[in-house]
């Protein structure tokens, strides 16, 4: 694999979300790899036939090996010279992402063929190809959408679900026998819900409970503490309980009430972050079906529980949320996104006082709102953070702890100066190559340019003047990205940054604003609150660690152009909760 007459290949595969078929993955790298056996000097290096599973190709976020494939280019020595891929929607559905790519690959000497379409970055008219397909690659997931779109708007006029499970009823398959798809199985026509006796009668109790009165916590407390199953739980919530959140839900949902309202909401990519988020569309947009076998809840019964839940509204809306959750837990507090329930792993947030009728607490969701926690133990807002910051300002930033930081930290730095200066030694000879090359170019491109003042113009000597000089731009490029990195700052400067930064945070104490609660997020990831029992009196412990130096790898990645973990430091305190 060291012969330079040998093209190293490497392969990257993809398989959308949609299709959700493992064996697409091994019918691309199998055209991959017959298109190599077909070409003189083609090699796969088998430690780089990557691929992305279940991955969408409308983003480039979260698609690790395609990552890991633009960071093996940047390498040096490179491990390899082509990226094949059977088509280019592989690489992206996204135009802008599609180019981006294949203009980072090329910029470290990485050359992408579509194997399909016969497309080689290398030819001159490759661009232009590229952003064709690309285009067409990006309007295929947009008429994919819009067929869906369209599609499920037909099954919500027809009566039937146009997507998803609803608690309180069973996804029925309308089924075709007549017509077979895949693997032998009848054709779904469409899908009809069917209502669960069982969870009618819940979601009838859930109403009537309402009507009587009885708030969202109330409720959901209810149905934990006699073992109701709850619905499926949202993603990324750990537990399946009543939640205020989810009662609310049900309350409001006209499918009860046998109305079927759809395309309230609309998927939007963010494309910053890659991901789907819902976005609200416009009553005008929304459509009202009656589905009147859908009915589970009467009408008469409707109109009092939400009678009930707008007369609790108005009465207490000051201090609640429409999720009956008390507003000040939506407020951003000091600690507020820090702390962690020691028992259940739910995140602490305010659950008692606004701040004018009463103290604002801190206590445990799943107590207070759901039952399912046994932490019952609330601390006021003001205390825990009184003697959070006292702990952290007299125990953690002593000069004790300083020195110890700063001495790490120079520890690890003038380790990676080392590090570093043995690489610019690599690069040295590699350099004085491409250095020596570049002088070459030069000097036949001004023999090229005194050839055209004597003889006049000249097309065959213009070409060749401008291939000269695009290879010289080339190796401009490669130059510049080989460049040793400078390892000449002193480490007495990195000395003094640390050391300001533990000042400021000291500063940072003095003074418990928004600016306070900006800099605690950076410094501390988690804080776990245990319920103790000190001397018969109630107490949180505190534990968590203290990252002394967060942007001690921004530091680094300036002066060195590489990272380092910064030092932590663990701690655990008791809180007195009164």
Request: net charge positive; hydrophobic share 35%; proline share 3%.
């Amino acid at each position: 694999m060291n012969n330079p007459n040998i093209v190293r290949c490497a392969i990257y595969a993809r398989y959308s979300s949609d299709m959700q078929r493992v064996s697409s993955i091994e019918d691309q790298i199998r055209r991959c790899r017959v298109y190599a056996g077909l070409q003189d000097r083609y090699e796969i290096v088998e430690q780089l036939v990557l691929s992305d599973k279940a991955q969408s190709g409308a983003t480039t976020k979260g698609r690790d090996a395609l990552e890991q494939v633009i960071e093996a280019a940047k390498q040096t020595p490179r491990p390899f010279d082509v990226l094949l891929v059977d088509d280019t929607s592989r690489l992206a559905r996204n135009t802008e992402d599609s180019l981006r790519t294949v203009s980072i690959l090329k910029f470290f000497g990485v050359a992408v063929i579509s194997v399909s379409q016969g497309i080689d970055s290398r030819q001159s008219s490759a661009r232009q190809l590229l952003t064709l397909h690309a285009m067409m690659d990006e309007q295929y997931i947009v008429g994919v959408a819009d067929k869906v779109h369209r599609g499920q708007e037909g099954r919500v006029l027809q009566g039937l679900v146009a997507g998803g499970r609803c608690f309180g009823y069973n996804n029925v398959p309308i089924e075709d026998p007549e017509k077979l798809a895949k693997y032998g199985r009848p054709t779904v026509l469409g899908v009809r819900a069917e209502v669960n006796e069982q969870q009618a009668a819940v979601v009838n109790r859930i109403f009537g409970m309402c009507a009587d009165g009885m708030s969202l916590a109330q409720i959901a407390k209810t149905l934990n503490k006699e073992g109701v199953l709850a619905p499926q739980p949202a993603r990324g919530r750990k537990q399946r309980a009543w939640a205020p959140s989810s009662i609310r839900e049900i309350l409001h949902n006209e499918r009860y009430r046998g109305v079927q309202v759809w395309n309230r909401t609309k998927k939007e990519r963010n494309p910053e972050t890659g991901k789907k988020v819902s976005r609200p569309r416009p009553q005008s947009d929304w459509k009202r079906v009656e589905v009147q076998e859908w009915r589970i809840v009467t009408e008469e019964l409707w109109d009092r529980a939400h009678a009930s839940f707008t007369e609790r509204s108005r009465h207490f809306g000051s201090a609640t949320t429409a999720s009956g959750v008390s507003k000040a837990s939506t407020s951003k507090y000091l600690f507020s996104g820090l702390l962690v329930c020691g028992v259940c792993g739910s995140n602490l947030v305010i659950v008692s006082g606004d701040g004018r009728r009463g103290y604002r607490k801190y206590g445990c969701p799943s107590h207070r709102y759901r039952g399912t926690c046994e932490n019952g133990l609330f601390i006021r807002q003001d205390l825990l953070e009184e003697q959070l910051l006292a702990y952290l300002e007299a125990q953690i930033l002593t000069e004790e702890v300083a020195s110890y930081t700063v001495g790490l930290f120079e520890k690890q730095l003038k380790e990676r100066l080392e590090e570093l200066s043995s690489q610019a030694d690599a690069h040295t000879a590699e350099l004085t190559d491409r250095r020596e090359k570049r002088r070459e170019l030069q000097v036949e491109a001004e023999r090229i340019g005194r050839a055209i003042a004597a003889t006049g113009h000249s097309p065959t000597l213009l070409k060749l003047l401008a291939d000269l000089e695009q290879r010289v731009r080339t190796l401009d490029g490669e130059i510049e990205a080989h460049r040793a990195p400078d390892i000449k700052p002193q480490v007495e400067h990195v000395r003094r940054y640390a050391l300001e930064a533990i000042l400021d945070l000291r500063s940072l104490f003095q003074s418990v604003s928004q600016k306070t609660k900006v800099k605690l997020a950076q410094h501390i990831n988690q804080l776990v609150l245990t319920p103790r029992q000190l001397d018969g009196r109630s107490v949180y412990e505190v534990s968590g660690s203290w990252e002394l130096l967060p942007d001690s790898k921004c530091v680094i990645l300036m002066v060195a152009r590489d990272g380092i973990e910064p030092p932590t430091r663990g701690f655990s305190v008791r809180c007195s909760t009164n």
